[in-house]
């Protein structure tokens, strides 16, 4: 490593990221939280201000949801963080984070505390991804006092509604992802050995309205339509559509009303995740082919509403280039940094589909994520904030991808 380097990577592993994700997980931010999400946006636009560029919070695109009764209805997310730097720089790249997290204000995970003395902190977001957000600006902190950042601009997406499938960000997210040459997410590590996530499935999710119709269950059950009945056979039928490549789980059905009345609605929700783009287009039209079957067979009308916010990513040749970029910066530094398939989607997914490679596990090391025992290994806080800065450095540099 240049002397460069090395003091660029002294100052990203002296920032204060243990006080700031402590400070930061006793802040609430649940996705449907806009209080605490304000409160959050707030805070990463004070600190992300230290960079030499230009500090915006944007609103969320306009989102609708269906709602038990088969209506739709707007649903609120919060303002998402987005900084540009250096726009004209020779090289580009693209940061992104979530300052959301899976914990309501109601749910009894609130407190950050201490799981081993000075080495394993507990708490709401430490790992996913707090921890990383503390990472992202240590790093690009650092980074700026090179002269090698006078060749880099960059963009930084910290979005509201990462963790609810990013509905409200994701036209953020891709306007930004245009043009660059690479982009790096700080989730957390896939393993706390600090093993990266490398493909990733896709992910649709999608409500489907059945529209029956009532009648008396003793009387006159034969003019009744059962949207129950119809609903379930629409689940049978996309459970058997998973195969080799594409999982499907239903995963509740909302409607019907008392026992002597033939429910007229009902909602299924169901998840399919496919690994490539064969097998979505194999779930599209599995999807489309049941609901035909389920409406001429039930004489129901049947709506569908959603789609694959998650396209596939499969690891493509410029894709492992950049982890294999990010395996060498490893090594300078002694980090084994190796890399496996996951089963779950982030943003990384529709950076991806924008034709930008990207490591999207860029975080801490850490675990149990989205339960009560999420914690961070605090010693990679500065591990990843070295193998960001270094990687950075080296991407502004030029290094071929």
């Not at 195969?243 to 299924?268: M, Q, T």
């Amino acid at each position: 490593m240049t002397s460069d380097e090395r003091a660029v990577l002294d100052r990203a592993a002296g920032e204060p990221m243990l006080d700031q994700v402590t400070a930061w997980a006793a802040v609430n931010s649940g996705s449907r939280n806009l209080d605490g999400l304000a409160s959050m946006a707030a805070i990463y636009a004070d600190v992300f201000a230290a960079l030499p560029g230009e500090v915006a919070l944007k609103a969320p695109s306009p989102v609708e949801a269906m709602q038990a009764d088969g209506s739709l209805k707007r649903v609120a997310h919060g303002r998402n963080l987005h900084v540009t730097v250096r726009r004209e720089a020779p090289v580009q790249l693209l940061f992104t984070g979530h300052m959301d997290t899976v914990f309501g204000v109601d749910h009894p995970f609130q407190d950050v505390t201490w799981r081993e003395k000075d080495r394993v902190l507990g708490g709401p977001g430490v790992a996913d991804m707090k921890g990383g957000i503390a990472v992202m600006l240590a790093a690009l902190k650092a980074v700026e006092t090179s002269e090698a950042a006078r060749n880099l601009g960059y963009e930084i997406v910290i979005n509201s509604d990462e963790e609810v499938g990013s509905p409200g960000s994701a036209a953020l997210l891709a306007e930004a992802a245009r043009g660059k040459t690479a982009a790096l997410t700080y989730e957390p590590a896939a393993l706390p050995d600090g093993t990266l996530a490398g493909a990733r499935p896709g992910s649709g999710n999608f409500s489907i309205f059945i529209q029956g119709r009532s009648a008396h269950a003793g009387r006159n059950p034969e003019d009744g339509r059962n949207a129950i009945v119809a609903a379930a056979d629409l689940t049978l039928r996309l459970a058997r559509a998973k195969g080799e490549g594409l999982s499907v789980n239903p995963a509740r059905i909302d409607g019907g009303g008392p026992n002597n009345v033939v429910p007229d609605h009902a909602v299924l929700r169901v998840n399919m995740r496919p690994i490539g783009p064969e097998q979505q287009q194999r779930a599209q039209a599995a999807l489309d082919e049941a609901v035909a079957a389920v409406a001429a067979e039930h004489d129901v009308q049947v709506h569908v509403h959603g789609g694959f916010a998650r396209p596939p990513k499969p690891l493509d040749p410029k894709a492992e280039k950049l982890f294999a970029l990010v395996k060498r910066c490893g090594a300078d530094l002694g980090q084994d940094i190796s890399w496996r398939a996951t089963g779950g989607v982030c943003d990384g997914n529709n950076i991806a589909a924008c034709g930008v490679p990207v490591v999207d596990t860029m975080g801490v090391r850490g675990g149990a994520i989205h339960s009560s025992d999420e914690y961070m290994i605090v010693e990679s806080l500065a591990e990843r904030a070295q193998l960001s800065a270094l990687t950075i450095l080296r991407l502004a540099s030029g290094a071929p991808l």
